[in-house]
């Protein structure tokens, strides 16, 4: 008998039995004359390619959008999808913190430092954490995040708020905002978006991707769309396919399974459903660190980052204190494992009149009903806040006493450890899910692998559809942008 299982009759069985076209499954396709198979699947048409191109990016968050910033400066067709009706995925709604080092922004601005130092302190705090396969993978991600900053900016007119409104004040310098601070990406990525559109890149929006479309030896060459409002199927031939799809902390059933400790927070979005970890999974990818807890965000987002700029004091339903206020993601961790089901934050005029001001008035305005204030004493803030007077009165005097002396003694707050002044405001928040690490396995130049770590041909992986960038903007960005270096480093070798 013979037991020998080729690539093609692996695909073979598999496409008779029907099993792996279930979610994100693969299409066997011609690749020279772009016809079907022979075979068919019940349930699926046969593959009839509408569209050609070079490069095609599932995906136009931030990592899809920097992935496609090489390719089309390097005069290839790319092509981006997205199965939304606008571009920028959650990326376009984050709060907008990007964490980049030495940026020609912050030399302007005499922040010292070049990447390469930053990075030589940062490697070994990232190897302690054991958090990354692959360093020199993380390391160019890190220094591509700072020359995606640059190129961005210098090449593609985004705009980054000047660190002059801010590098004086105490927030962290470390820390690029889009140009009216927090919650503005659309001063990054419309830039962006149009100038790869400007050098001949095309947009499809409303193109869900539902499988990857394989010629009769395997080999990936195009991907199947679905129209998300008219249903109808498109089917892309590509020479390199790039998988940007976010991550999956919508997808209850992935969360569920991989992070059960947050599979009963509500996710703050409904778009990362894990479609690209499916799909890459569905040609021989694996997943890496799925179970890599991710810290919790407020259904508030923009405010949980309000500490980082201005003063405020976060206290519980009870009106105390539960944690130090210069940080973002840690309350919503500490609101859900202490169980505390919401928290406030507290603030005053300094927030309000301070580098975000205009986060603090969108937000004030948008969320009214989770707004109280001004109160112009801290009963009546207590009072409409519902929160016992004489607790809150107690966290503030001792919270007064730490600014006194000049140190928080209770929780270590070190930015904007200042008194409150009249008239007080509060917003309540309540602890969501938001992003995932967890993700499609990929070799140091991005290209997706198999079991074996052996490269899948013609497939790339960036942002938050793989495990090491880290979930966030920067990372994203950097990652993106390293993965369309390897895209046209690939297409110039077959081409030579
Ligand atoms: C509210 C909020 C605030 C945040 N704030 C910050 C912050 O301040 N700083 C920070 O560093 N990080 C922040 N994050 C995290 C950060 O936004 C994400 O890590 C990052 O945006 C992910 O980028 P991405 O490009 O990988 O994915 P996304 O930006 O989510 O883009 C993925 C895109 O793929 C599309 N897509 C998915 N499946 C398919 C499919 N089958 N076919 C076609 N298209 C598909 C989606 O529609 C989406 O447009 C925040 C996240 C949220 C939700």
Not at 55 to 69: K, N, Y
Not at 81 to 89: P, S
Not at 165 to 180: I, R, V
Not at 463 to 471: A, E, M, V, Y
Request: include cysteine.
């Amino acid at each position: 008998m013979d037991t020998t299982l080729n690539r093609r009759n692996f695909l073979k069985g598999a496409l008779a039995s029907g099993a792996v076209l279930m979610a994100g499954g693969a299409l066997a396709g011609c690749a020279s004359e772009g016809g079907n198979s022979g075979d068919t699947v019940v349930g699926f048409a046969p593959v009839e390619f509408a569209e050609e191109t070079d490069v095609l990016i599932i995906g136009t968050g931030i990592a899809g959008l920097s992935a496609a910033m090489d390719p089309v400066e390097a005069g290839y067709k790319v092509t981006l999808a997205d199965k939304r009706d606008t571009y920028g995925g959650e990326s376009f709604m984050a709060c907008g913190v990007m964490n980049v080092s030495g940026s020609e922004m912050q030399k302007r601005a005499g922040i010292e430092g070049s990447v390469e130092e930053k990075w030589e302190k940062y490697a070994p705090v990232l190897e302690k954490k054991g958090e990354t396969d692959d360093m020199e993978y993380k390391k160019n991600v890190y220094l591509g995040q700072t020359e995606w900053a640059n190129r961005v900016e210098a090449d593609y007119g985004a705009q980054f708020q000047p660190l002059e409104a801010y590098k004086d004040t105490g927030a962290p310098t470390s820390m690029l905002l889009p140009l009216n601070g927090i919650g503005d990406m659309t001063s990054v990525l419309t830039p962006l978006i149009n100038g790869l559109q400007d050098k001949g890149a095309t947009v499809e929006l409303n193109r869900k991707a539902t499988n990857f479309i394989v010629d009769s030896e395997g080999t990936v060459i195009g991907v199947r769309f679905v129209d998300s409002k008219t249903d109808k199927i498109i089917d892309v031939k590509a020479k390199k396919i790039v998988l940007a799809t976010g991550g999956f902390s919508c997808n209850q059933v992935m969360v569920s399974e991989y992070m059960p400790q947050q599979a009963e927070l509500c996710p703050l979005t409904v778009y990362s459903m894990g479609e690209g970890h499916e799909l890459g999974r569905s040609i021989g990818g694996v997943y890496a660190h799925m179970d890599m807890d991710s810290n919790r965000m407020s259904d508030l987002a923009q405010v949980t980052v309000w500490g980082y700029f201005g003063r405020n004091v976060q206290v519980s339903p009870m009106g105390r204190r539960f944690i130090k206020e210069d940080q973002s993601h840690d309350t919503p961790d500490a609101c859900a494992e202490l169980g505390l089901g919401f928290w406030w934050t507290i603030f005053d005029n300094q927030l309000i009149e301070g580098s975000q001001a205009w986060n603090v008035e969108m937000n004030m305005k948008a969320h009214e009903d989770r707004l109280v204030g001004p109160c112009n004493t801290l009963d009546e803030l207590a009072q409409a806040m519902d929160v016992p007077a004489e607790n809150l009165k107690a966290t503030f005097a001792e919270y007064d006493g730490y600014v006194d002396a000049g140190e928080d003694a209770a929780f270590g707050k070190k930015l904007f450890l200042e008194k409150l002044e009249a008239p007080y405001y509060a917003l309540k928040h309540f602890p969501f899910r938001y992003k995932t690490h967890g993700g499609l396995k990929i070799a140091t130049d991005s290209q997706l692998v198999d079991n074996q770590g052996n490269p899948i041909a013609n497939v790339y992986c960036c942002g938050s559809t793989t495990p090491d960038t880290g979930s966030d903007l920067s990372p994203n960005a950097g990652s993106g942008l390293i993965t369309g270096k390897a895209v046209v480093a690939s297409l110039q070798s077959e081409q030579a």
